[in-house]
């Protein structure tokens, strides 16, 4: 069986991002507008990178779902296919969003622009999304992360918490046993 992967990894000065598939990880810049950073591996955007169809049409394809990148596929050439590693500086104020394609297929850039403009803790916001994107009639698994980019020293509002599919099948503590 393969997967998507959508990964953060964060250092001191910056952050790794980790992708392959149709899983997507979105920056909004602090003050700046949301803007996909990754790049879907998909045979519609194989289309769309040869100006065979728009962006528009690439939204309600057939197609949109058969994926050209995974984790545990083998390539007959190379392997595994191997995720795609960028570099990022890590400013505070900007909001990172990973999510899994059940909620950026149902979810508007300027929808989830809204939520992450309008609620102001990682983990509530991540909620929301999943929320709307269940509501909207998401038929894939959707799963949210929300990272916000502090600086050093400063004090979360909320710890860190699953949310979407991630967290239907967690079995560890709740990460809530120690709140007050």
């Known amino acids: 069986m393969a997967t998507t992967l959508t ?3 964060v250092t001191d000065h910056d952050l790794v991002l980790a992708h392959v598939g149709d899983s997507r990880a979105y920056l909004r810049p602090a003050g700046g507008e949301l803007r996909q950073v990754t790049r ?4 519609v955007q194989l289309l769309v990178d040869a100006g065979q169809i728009t962006d528009a049409q ?3 394809h057939p197609m949109r779902h058969v994926i050209t990148g995974c984790l545990g596929a083998r390539d007959a050439d190379d392997g595994d296919t191997a995720p795609a590693l960028t570099r990022h500086p890590a400013r505070a104020g900007d909001r990172w969003l990973l999510c899994s394609d059940g909620l950026s297929g149902v979810l508007s850039t300027e929808t989830m622009q809204w939520v992450m403009d309008e609620e102001p803790a ?3 916001c991540a909620a929301r ?3 709307l994107a269940l509501r909207a009639g998401a038929t894939d698994n959707v799963t949210a992360v929300v ?3 502090v600086r050093e020293g400063c004090v979360l509002p ?3 918490r699953l949310v979407g599919a991630a967290a239907a099948t967690w079995t560890g503590p709740d990460p809530y046993d120690d709140v007050i």
């Not at 879907?40 to 045979?43: A, G, K, L």
């Open 129 to 131: 999304l999943v929320e």
């Open 158 to 160: 909320f710890p860190p």
């Open 7 to 9: 990964a953060l990894l």
């Open 147 to 149: 990272v916000d980019v």
């Open 40 to 43: 879907d591996d998909t045979y």
């Open 122 to 124: 990682s983990w509530p």
């Open 58 to 60: 690439a939204e309600t």
